[in-house]
């Protein structure tokens, strides 16, 4: 059977053109009209990962991600009017994995799908350390100095990238399509994002990074 999808948009047109699309690559559809309506669905079927629409009734797109980041670390992405980079910050911020902007390709979303759903299933079997980091590939946990640190799961990925290659030097794509599984144009901003919130989460001075350092013009290199 294929993974199955939780799709979560008011707009039942939008439902049916993404049922259509995703089922056609052999993904099953679960679809709720409303926020609270998704979160109830996610409890109940396991979906494998969420679709979910800004703009929602009972509960909107940020509330839902929230409230999954609780509980489940399933890949979620998040679709929306709003094409401002606060907003596809807030959405990353509370634990979304991929941003797309209305209106979009039905056959770019299914991409990113299974982009998403292949970097979900890769597991590794190993502890990589860096300094006073520990990256836990199999638990996907990160301490530093024996401390916690919570990271996304987009996060967790591009982290694993960097730490797995010390002093190698990663473009934005090269870093997007090993934690996406494929880059897309745009995507620039969103590996801006990601690496912003990760020097914020493990850098004592996220403005004088120690670990993920900018290679102008090139890209980022993980410190030895």
Do not use: C, W
């Amino acid at each position: 059977m294929g993974a199955l999808i939780l799709i979560a948009e008011d707009d039942g047109d939008i439902r049916g053109l993404l049922r259509l699309y995703l089922e056609g690559e052999g993904f099953r559809v679960a679809e709720a009209a409303d926020g609270q309506a998704a979160l109830e669905l996610a409890r109940t079927e396991n979906p494998d990962m969420a679709i979910l629409d800004v703009m929602m009734p009972q509960l909107n797109g940020y509330e839902v991600t929230r409230a999954l980041r609780r509980y489940s670390d399933i890949p979620i992405l998040i679709l929306s009017a709003k094409s401002q980079d606060n907003d596809k910050i807030l959405g990353l911020n509370l634990g979304a994995d991929d941003y797309v902007t209305k209106p979009f390709n039905p056959v770019e979303i299914v991409a990113r799908v299974k982009a998403q759903l292949r970097r979900a299933a890769r597991t590794g079997g190993e502890v990589v350390r860096v300094g006073d980091l520990a990256l836990d590939l199999t638990a996907m946990q990160l301490e530093k100095a024996g401390m916690p640190i919570p990271l996304t799961p987009m996060e967790y990925k591009i982290l694993a990238i960097l730490m797995r290659s010390p002093g190698r030097i990663f473009t934005k794509v090269q870093l997007y399509e090993g934690a996406a599984g494929e880059y897309f144009e745009g995507d620039d901003n969103t590996m801006m994002v990601h690496i912003s919130k990760l020097r914020d989460k493990i850098e004592d001075d996220p403005k004088n990074p120690r670990y993920i350092r900018t290679v102008r013009g090139l890209g980022y290199r993980f410190e030895k």
